[in-house]
């Protein structure tokens, strides 16, 4: 899957992604401009869900400081 969404979306400045288990993984953008690019929908519908092998990807801008153990990702937009 990590290399599979790397290669899918291609950001300009790379990504780092660590497996955080219980089946979290947190992607690093180098550059903003490449997580503003997967958010806005650059690479899908605006306003479409990422998911994956049927599996709903729920995305958080992480602020410098902030713990990603404590994140809830519980809720995502969804287009009806």
Known sequence: MKSTLA????????????NLGD????????YELDFDRLQNGH???????WTFN????VF????KGEDSMEVLLVFTDFWV
Do not use: A, D, Q, T
């Open 54 to 57: 049927g599996h709903l990807l």
């Open 23 to 30: 089946k979290l993984l947190l992607f690093r953008f180098y």
């Open 60 to 63: 958080h801008r992480l602020p």
């Open 7 to 18: 290669n899918l979306w291609r950001p300009h400045g790379g990504v780092m992604i660590s």
């Open 43 to 49: 690479f899908l519908v605006e306003g479409s869900p």
